[in-house]
């Protein structure tokens, strides 16, 4: 089931079209952030979007929040099942992993014949089974901006187990500041631990325990959002809350740009959960069509490709870039020509892979679920005729 889509009322399902088009504007903005730093040298940006394109980073953090509050949308679809713990971790595996897998295999051949380099065979074991995060200076993985799904899955891991003690706004925002306080203890402890420094650094870098508080926000909003009427937040009830929170957001993350915001997390980089998180809740209470709409809500749906497959294409597309560069006369006309050529080539190439590999993955995923369902219901059937 799409994250996008929960039970409604007399079995209906209601489509939530901003969470699709904030996974979609979050994958724009990574795609501008690894264009212009994966070229080497870097790809030179226009003054005027260079600081907002530099911090693109940040669109990860966006992806972490539409996660944990999709994943707690989308629970009750897996209570229904008769083992849910199962059926989450089955969806779960069956929507991540065959494209991932794809672009394991798809990266060692590019490595070998762009790089002539190979990954060793405990590299490729610690991919396929997703626990690379747990192992210092491999965190990353090898799979180009893979590092995110390795933070996700340990997230995964452990959900069934956040469903189950986060159930209201009060303890949603216990979990934050719970979460931030793991994380600091984590910290705190690694300046006592002997190990070698380009571990203490990759796990302070690349660790889940670091994102944990981003998804704890997202589980905060979920909460807040269904505070609200669905009913009255479709008809536009609460856009004036939502058009607030837009302002605040927007705000909050030029101020963050600008470098205003105190450091009062011990880290710059938990402001973004406060920021999405006003930006989230605007977009949900007051869908503005700018930001919500057909072409956004069509990159989100396929933006786990876009994600995956971006770096490749940039890293393929840098002699034209070059080009790009070298024949015409105007920074901004430059960067903007090489952006639409690299959406040209991303989009079309993700929405096949979404098409191809994705979306027989979901299908497969749920195969999978109805018949271990099935075969449960009929030992149960079995033991009761016996």
């Known amino acids: 089931m799409n994250a996008s889509v929960i039970p409604a009322q007399g079995g209906l399902k209601r489509r939530l079209e901003f969470l699709d088009a ?8 990574v795609i501008l952030y690894h264009m212009i730093l994966l070229p080497n040298p870097h790809l030179l940006a226009p003054r005027w979007i260079e600081k907002f394109a530099m911090s693109g980073g940040m669109g990860v953090t966006l992806f972490f929040i539409v996660s944990s509050f999709s994943l707690y949308y989308t629970m009750p679809l897996r209570l229904r099942d008769s083992n849910p713990t199962l059926s989450f971790y089955l969806h779960r595996f069956f929507r991540i992993a065959p494209l991932f897998y794809f672009l394991i295999l798809a990266t060692m051949v590019r490595d070998v014949f762009v790089f002539d380099a190979y990954h060793s065979v405990p590299e490729v074991l610690s991919s396929i089974f997703f626990i690379f995060n747990f192992l210092p ?5 090898f799979v180009w901006a893979g590092w995110t799904i390795g933070v996700e899955m340990v997230f995964y891991a452990v959900f069934p187990l956040i469903y189950s003690r986060i159930r209201d706004t009060a303890q949603a925002i216990a979990f934050v500041f719970a979460c931030l306080c793991a994380w600091l203890a984590m910290q705190l402890a690694l300046d006592y631990l002997i190990m070698p420094d380009a571990w203490k650094q990759s796990i302070l870098q690349w660790s889940a325990f670091k994102h944990f508080p981003t998804f704890a926000v997202g589980i905060l909003i979920f909460q807040i959002f269904m505070k609200f009427d669905v009913e009255k937040v479709h008809a536009g009830a609460y856009r004036s809350a939502g058009n607030a929170l ?9 101020a963050l740009l600008q470098g205003w915001m105190p450091n009062v997390f011990g880290n710059q ?9 006003c930006l989230f809740l605007g977009a949900a209470l007051a869908p503005w069509r700018m930001v919500v709409n057909r072409v956004t809500s069509f990159l989100g749906k396929i933006s786990y490709s876009i994600y995956l497959n971006h770096t490749t294409a940039i890293l393929f597309l840098t002699p034209v870039y070059r080009w790009v560069y070298a024949h015409s006369g105007n920074l901004t006309v430059s960067f903007l020509a090489c952006v639409a050529i690299t959406f040209a080539v991303v ?19 749920k195969k999978a679920a109805n018949w271990i369902k099935a075969r449960q219901e009929r030992g149960r059937a079995a033991a009761q005729a016996s």
């Open 22 to 29: 904030l996974r979609g504007l979050a994958a724009v903005y």
């Open 246 to 254: 837009w302002w605040a957001g927007i705000f909050g993350f030029c």
């Open 269 to 277: 980089y938990y402001w973004q959960g406060a920021i999405f998180g």
């Open 347 to 365: 989009f079309p190439v993700s929405y096949l892979t979404y098409q191809f590999i994705e979306e027989p993955g979901i299908r497969l995923g």
């Open 137 to 141: 200076t491999q965190q990353e993985g």
